[in-house]
Each structure stands twice: as C-alpha cells, then as structure tokens.
C-alpha cells in the first residue's frame, strides 16, 4: 500500500539554526518520486524539492536540502538557517510511476514549523 | 510564480444542494487536479483530469461528482447532492505536463461546509 507517514506534529526553533523534518514513505513501485510542499499561513501551497528515487545524490535547492536514505524509505527534509517566514505547514508527498501514473499524489499529516526570533 | 485562483474561497450549503467550485488553472497547464483536505487529516487525491477527459479517480470520487472544463474556462468540481462528509478543503492543482517528476501548481483551496 502506498503511505507517506510524517511524525512531527510540529516543531518549533529559534532562527538562523538547523531543523530536519522527518518522512516515511511505503510503496511497492521501483520508481517513484518524493516531494516537499509548504502550506503557508495564507493557505498558499508551494512546491520546494524533489528527489527522484534513481537519483543517489541528495538534492538541494537554496537552503532546503533533502536527506534521502532509500533502504529505510525515508525522505527527511532539512532548512538550514531558519528564517521567521519559513514558519508554515511542510507536507511530504510520494508519487508513483514514470509517464504511466496519471496524478496521483499522495501527502503526508504535515509538520508545522514555528521559528522564533 | 505561476499562479492557480480557486472561486469561492469559503462556500456555505445546505445538505443536499449543489454546489460549484471552480478553479482558474495557470494558463499554459494541460493537467488538473482536485484534491479533498478534512481537517486534521491527510489531504487525498480526488480527480486527474486531461483533454477534457477523466484520467483517474479516487474512491473518494463519488457518483455524486463530476468534473469538467468547458472551453478552457474554468476547471470546476460539481457536486450534486451535496453531504455533510462532503465538508472540507478542496484544493486545485494544475501542471504543464503529467509525468510523475511533475510539480503541481496548487490554489489556495476553497473551504466547503455542508450544514
């Protein structure tokens, strides 16, 4: 069966420091690709990163990062130098297939993310 | 960015009426999605919808649902009766293409309450 299982309900830090948010996934499907969105206050959800499960190399993309460790099907998400306006809601989200998978996505409860000043 | 308007942002009905949601896709999209959020839960997958067809549904697609896009307007959700487990957030989503290392674009979701 296909789950994506986040177990912090939230999180909060001081900014400029590291936070890591965890995500599980299962899914019987050799090929498959993992997302991170954030909700934020206003309702707007925003895609941030992707890792495609071929890939072995972690992605990046600005101060998000990704720790992927494929044997324990985890997919954790890490910002570093937190600033106050990363305080959102972050989803993890798997999606399975290459061109045959019509949409499916599914998402994670979501951690929410407090940063302090 | 991009971006994908959803109309209303909050819609009130009563049980058993039938309600519209609608959703302005960014422009240049081919895919469209709706996914269901209840509060505290995970937000599901409804719908897949491309060239004016229905790609895939959720079991949580009931026969009470329907999508449609007439003439690139708005893409919209119908749901006919409505029930009060039809009470959620509903968020559009759209993409250019549908491979599945696609992002989606996604609306701010519209909040839906059955009384």
């Known amino acids: 069966a296909q789950k994506v299982t986040q177990t912090q309900t939230s999180i909060s830090v001081v900014e400029k420091t590291t936070v890591t948010m965890d995500c599980v996934y299962e899914?019987?499907?050799?090929?498959?690709?993992l997302f991170w969105y954030k909700q934020t206050a206003s309702g707007e959800i925003v895609f941030l990163i992707r890792?495609?499960?071929?890939?072995?190399e972690n992605a990046t993309v600005g101060h998000y990062s990704l720790n992927f460790q494929k044997p324990k099907s985890s997919i954790g998400l890490i910002i570093t130098a937190t600033q106050i306006e990363d305080s959102a809601v972050y989803f993890c989200?798997?999606?399975?297939?290459?061109?045959?998978?019509?949409?499916?996505?599914?998402f994670g409860l979501g951690t929410t993310l407090q940063v302090q000043p | 960015g991009p971006k994908v308007l959803q109309i209303p942002s909050h819609q009130i009905i009563d049980m058993g009426q039938m309600v519209t949601l609608n959703c302005d896709p960014v422009?240049?999209?081919?895919?469209f999605y709706w996914y269901k959020q209840i509060l505290g839960q995970q937000m599901e997958f409804l719908v897949n919808?491309?060239?004016?067809?229905?790609?895939?549904k959720s079991k949580l697609f009931k026969d009470q649902f329907s999508v449609e896009r007439p003439d690139g307007s708005y893409f919209t959700l119908k749901i006919q009766p409505t029930a009060l487990e039809d009470s959620a957030v509903y968020f559009c989503?759209?993409?250019?293409?549908?491979?599945?290392?696609?992002?989606?674009?996604f609306g701010h979701g519209t909040k839906l309450s059955v009384l």
């Open positions: 919808f491309y060239n004016g067809k229905v790609m895939e």
């Open positions: 899914t019987r499907d050799s090929s498959y690709f």
């Open positions: 989200a798997m999606r399975e297939g290459w061109t045959g998978n019509t949409g499916k996505l599914i």
């Open positions: 989503a759209s993409s250019l293409r549908g491979g599945s290392n696609e992002r989606l674009f």
């Open positions: 890792q495609d499960s071929y890939k072995k």
């Open positions: 422009s240049n999209h081919l895919y």
